[in-house]
């Protein structure tokens, strides 16, 4: 746990074609300039940032979005070589990169691999084109299925499809239609999200009233219903176990050995840092998140101070001035919050969290911290305790936010 010779990498491509309807990620439309800058600005901060943590060996990169598909090749492999250039990347490391379908040609892929990224994950979202049509999305299924066997011709044996659940007007027999079409396919991943309604995105404004009534427990018009969001996750976790696809996190199902395991970092507490406008960085005992404006960003990017030769134990620990740069916030996380996040982060895997872990971690046994909370747990049947893991049952799994919740400190 938390070592700092090794660390994960995230970058953030906030480039699309048109903004989902549902979306509230850090994206948005723009011009091919915008771009090239964008890139350029990024490459340095890998630079910079590569300079400083020399010596780091990076076990995963994902490439996230926005739309990272929608990034011409030359420029994706550009960002992968300064990565190359400045950090310890093993061959065994996995590289992933989010791609939309409509984004991407066979010569994409093609960049795309010459880069050195030997994981993709499409989002598909689902099979049923009305449903494309309401979530905005800028493809049909069709569309999709050749973006699939563009990236199986092109070497991709590694490969996530993104659906979605709780839809506007789902029902069980749509959601079955996306998931036998998927599992036809055979990807090595399925990550099955449920739809969350964020205010300030058009989703917002047209559903806000059913999602109050389904707050307060009251017969929605469009969404899904709470029993109904949950007879669509059921099924979902039947069907994807039937076919192979074993569920590792409440929204992660892999084949054996296809585990996300840049994902996994995160639920894990390793370490991470983040590139690009919005990215969130974990570093030592410090959480970070860039500007999110794109043009101060590029701005700042273009006068980063030159990096200074110290240790890696200095580098990491927040007090240079310099490492601030870029950063819009940050948090030092108290000894309490650490624990919280083993736990609420830990939890949420299905092998769950390890004893020796937190002792490792925090000096001290879990019962001597949590004994109240996981007698509680265990005794309503929803948390087990077996040998030196602690792990959520399938009850528990249902209501993980009421469970993990028990874990944070007043």
Not at 116 to 144: C, M, P, T
Not at 373 to 389: C, I, N, T
Request: charged share 25%; with cysteine.
């Amino acid at each position: 746990m938390n070592d700092t010779t090794q660390m994960s990498i995230y970058i953030h491509i906030p480039f699309c074609m048109k903004k989902c309807n549902y979306c509230d990620f850090l994206s948005g439309v723009y011009d091919e300039d915008t771009q090239v800058k964008y890139v350029d600005a990024i490459c340095k901060e890998i630079e910079y940032m590569g300079q400083r943590l020399e010596g780091v060996a990076v076990p995963s990169i994902f490439i996230g979005g926005g739309t990272p598909s929608w990034l011409d090749g030359v420029h994706i492999e550009r960002i992968m070589s300064a990565v190359y250039d400045n950090f310890n990347v093993p061959g065994s490391a996995e590289i992933t990169i989010e791609c939309n379908p409509g984004t991407v040609t066979g010569e994409k892929f093609l960049a795309i691999r010459r880069a050195g990224i030997n994981r993709i994950s499409i989002g598909l979202q689902s099979a049923d084109d009305e449903e494309l049509k309401l979530l905005g999305r800028v493809h049909d299924f069709n569309q999709f299925l050749r973006t699939y066997e563009m990236a199986r011709k092109t070497g991709f044996t590694n490969i996530n499809v993104d659906i979605m659940t709780g839809l506007p007007g789902q029902t069980k027999e749509k959601l079955l239609n996306t998931l036998e079409n998927v599992i036809r396919l055979k990807p090595a991943h399925i990550s099955a999200y449920s739809l969350i309604i964020e205010e300030g995105t058009p989703f917002y404004n047209l559903y806000k009233e059913d999602v109050h009534r389904r707050e307060c427990g009251e017969p929605t018009v469009f969404l899904p219903n709470e029993d109904a969001e949950y007879d669509l996750t059921k099924m979902t976790e039947q069907v994807l176990s039937q076919h192979g696809y074993h569920q590792y996190e409440i929204s992660n199902f892999a084949r054996d050995g296809f585990e996300c395991e840049h994902n996994k970092v995160y639920w894990q507490r390793g370490q991470y840092i983040g590139f690009g406008i919005g990215a969130a960085s974990l570093i030592g005992d410090c959480r970070y998140h860039n500007m999110t404006d794109i043009y101060e960003y590029i701005e700042k990017c273009n006068k980063l101070p030159v990096a200074s030769n110290q240790t890696i134990e200095a580098r990491l620990s927040g007090e240079a001035e310099e490492i601030m740069y870029l950063w819009d916030s940050s948090q030092t996380l108290s000894r309490h919050d650490q624990m919280e996040e083993f736990m609420f982060l830990g939890l949420r895997m299905n092998q769950g969290v390890r004893r020796e872990d937190f002792k490792e971690a925090f000096g001290c046994e879990i019962e001597g911290v949590y004994r109240e909370q996981l007698e509680k747990l265990q005794q309503e049947g929803l948390l087990v305790m077996e040998g030196g893991h602690i792990y959520l049952t399938e009850r528990g799994r249902d209501i993980s936010n009421v469970v993990l919740s028990e874990f944070l400190f007043d």
